[in-house]
């Protein structure tokens, strides 16, 4: 009953997450029954095609909230946040090679086949403990974890903030595409991770399998959309705008600023592993291709066109921007960069506030009534 | 933690080593220099600036200050434009580290070696030329983020507050005139009332020294006169020290006021001594 009550309140005034929540219900039950349970040939069929790609969709979702918490909530503004989530990913892309065994090319029992391929003998040691699934899974939220938190720490103990940080994120994402392009580095260079086959024993390419690891993608955007709400309505929450808005007041009042920005980062960054982690067995593959700085400037892009420092509206932005792209680069594949760009142009200069304060302005001006004020993302029932 | 904490100043780069320094203790020696939490006035003197000297690449925006504050005092502090007003504000709440000198808050805590946080723990609160306030929290969640508390990370994740707790706020919402407004987030205040809310913020963490820069600066003569009566009121309790160019504002407030020049105290005493004080006329108020 605790549990329900902090749930219930935190949710008070929360139009949007509660929508989000409930789209995320009825995707659980509808998306996996309507894709296995109902004839091929019938209307409502939906494709396993269909059913990964929403799964990809729910993992940047669950990107964009993470980002959404540092950059909408505490102004800082990380450019290198799909570090993040490839690290997550190849975390899981390393125990899915563990588990291809001896069904490789080379049929080696041990090593993976690029590790066969380059002549290695023996598996190196970074390797050990991923056959094992919790171990990958701690992985997957320790490595992102710990990164973030000596970055972090080095980068808000020296105070650098503002653009400054900005590219140091850049320009750590880049080093990292850089390293995992080589060969040396023990992660397959250039092509990555991939031909996985299994996943605690279920065959990837089954049907069900998709469709479990579709509702272990919704449940994971919904917890960690409950987990990042419960942190902006916290008192935490409360420091943490006020170190974007007023950082030295807030230094002045009495808390150490360093520690408050650096725990946000941690957080999401590790959310942000665990999307990379969940994407990656969707789409079969992890390369360095997701360290590229681009990835990371994409992802700026959805939480801009969503709609900052609201979570919802970061996961809303992933969403619909991925759908464009997902139908630009079918249809028009040269134009989709472009479009990109003036994509955030658009938002930049005509809606500040993304998707979410556009509709919100359509509907104050419908009612046109004294509404509650709720643009602002931090109001919340202060008693 | 202590003990790190004097390793790491025995290590310290920008000076030598620490027994080999000569200790310059106001009064009381032989206590360790930071001691949060355990402010000693026994000797009617809340703080102490000896000797402090700041160069920006050349230029001394303090040289060799010796300032002395007594517990539960107002002083004005007026000088002309770069007198080191502010860098004086700076280095008694960590923001600026002196090249030389001490500034030590009550007998025992060296303001000097002490970061911005744990100054603000010991007890000293600074209000800023500009109004800095959280612009998109409410009045109340204002006072509520400078509420005196455990402020480190978890604790304040899982903070939440009791009817005590409410009351303080209630209290200082009324003491700064803000109690009708509770609810309204801080950027649709009047530039005075923001004055007030960030004053009201300085209280929330009862500080027993408040540093006030430029008060007044753009308010009307009622708000003027409000915020005078806000800060009389409040000396005794705390010890204030309101820096200001206003002169009307000082002469109504001041019981002391200390003239700064080029970084060094130039002349200490009533207004009206000051008033008459020709070196003072020469730089400052005969212009």
């Known amino acids: 009953m605790a549990h329900q009550s902090l749930v219930l309140t935190m949710m ?9 929540l409930s789209i995320l219900l009825a995707l659980i039950i509808l998306v996996p029954s309507l894709n296995l349970f109902v004839a091929h040939d019938s209307v409502f069929h939906i494709t396993t095609y269909t059913l990964t790609l929403l799964g990809k969709y729910l993992c940047f979702a669950l990107l964009a909230v993470a980002l959404d918490l540092v950059w909408g909530y505490c102004g800082i503004l990380s450019l290198g946040h799909g570090a993040f989530f490839a690290l997550g990913g190849y975390a899981m892309g390393m125990y899915l090679m563990r588990q291809i065994g001896d069904r490789g090319v080379y049929g080696n029992p041990e090593l993976p086949d690029f590790m066969v391929f380059l002549n290695w003998s023996e598996l190196p040691w970074y390797w050990q403990g991923f056959d094992m699934f919790w171990f990958a899974m701690l992985m997957v939220i320790l490595v992102p974890g710990l990164l973030a938190f000596v970055f972090g720490w080095l980068a808000f103990r020296s105070r650098v903030t503002g653009v400054y940080l900005s590219i140091m994120t850049q320009a750590l994402t880049y080093a990292l595409l850089l ?9 397959g260079g250039n092509n990555g991770l991939t031909d996985f086959k299994d996943i605690l024993g279920f065959n990837l390419q089954a049907g069900s399998t998709r469709a479990v690891i579709f509702i272990a993608s919704a449940l994971a955007l919904a917890f960690g959309y409950l987990i990042c709400r419960y942190i902006v309505t916290s008192k935490l929450g409360r420091v943490v705008i006020a170190i974007r808005d007023a950082e030295d007041r807030t230094r002045f009042i009495g808390y ?74 079918a249809a028009l594949p040269e134009l989709w960069l472009f479009a990109l760009g003036a994509l955030f142009i658009v938002v930049t200069v005509f809606m500040p506030k993304g998707l979410v304060g556009l509709w919100k302005q359509i509907n104050k001006k419908q009612t046109k009534g004294p509404a509650s004020d709720s643009s602002k993302a931090i109001q919340q029932g202060d008693d | 933690m202590r003990e790190l904490d004097r390793l790491r100043n025995v290590m310290r780069r920008d000076q030598v080593f620490d027994f080999v320094q000569e200790k310059r203790l106001p009064f009381s020696a032989g206590r360790h220099s930071v001691t949060p939490g355990e402010l000693d006035i026994s000797h009617g003197t809340i703080l102490y600036v000896e000797n402090i000297s700041v160069s920006f690449d050349g230029f001394k925006a ?5 300032l002395y504050i007594n517990d539960g005092e107002l002083r004005c502090i007026i000088g002309p434009n770069g007198a080191g007003k502010t860098t004086m504000m700076d280095v008694i709440t960590g923001k600026t580290r002196p090249d030389s000198g001490v500034a030590y808050f009550g007998q025992t805590m060296d303001l000097t070696c002490m970061s911005e946080y744990e100054i603000a723990h010991a007890g000293i609160g600074r209000k800023f030329q500009k109004p800095t306030i959280f612009p998109f929290h409410t009045i109340f969640q204002n006072l509520e983020l400078a509420m005196a508390a455990d402020k480190r990370v978890w604790p304040t994740l899982f903070a939440s507050l009791n009817g005590e707790q409410r009351e303080r706020i209630a209290d200082v919402m009324e003491i700064i005139g803000l109690q009708d407004m509770r609810g309204q987030e801080a950027t649709s205040l009047s530039h005075g009332q923001k004055q007030w809310l960030e004053i009201g913020m300085l209280l929330m963490q009862n500080p027993r020294l408040l540093l006030v820069d430029e008060p007044v600066a753009g308010m009307t003569h009622q708000e003027m006169d409000k915020t005078a009566e806000l800060l009389t009121r409040l000396a005794g309790d705390h010890s204030i020290v309101v820096v200001e160019h206003d002169m009307d504002f000082v002469r109504s407030i001041a019981e002391t006021v200390t003239v700064l020049h080029e970084g060094s105290v130039l002349a200490e005493g009533t207004m009206q001594e000051m008033q008459t004080d020709p070196r003072v006329k020469e730089v400052y108020l005969g212009e």
């Open chain 2, 62 to 66: 303090l040289n060799d200050l010796t």
């Open chain 1, 256 to 329: 150490k600023v360093e520690s408050f920005k650096l725990w946000v980062f941690v957080v999401s960054a590790v959310l942000a592993g665990i999307a990379g982690a969940l994407y990656v067995p969707q789409v079969g593959i992890i390369n360095p291709g997701e360290f590229s700085p681009l990835n990371s400037i994409e992802l700026v892009v959805w939480v801009a066109v969503g709609g900052r420092a609201t979570l919802y509206g970061a996961a809303l932005g992933a969403v619909a921007v991925n759908y464009g792209k997902t139908y630009f680069t």
């Open chain 1, 12 to 20: 008070k005034n929360d139009k949007g997450g509660i929508t989000l």
């Open chain 1, 179 to 187: 390293a995992f392009f080589r060969n040396e580095m023990g992660f």
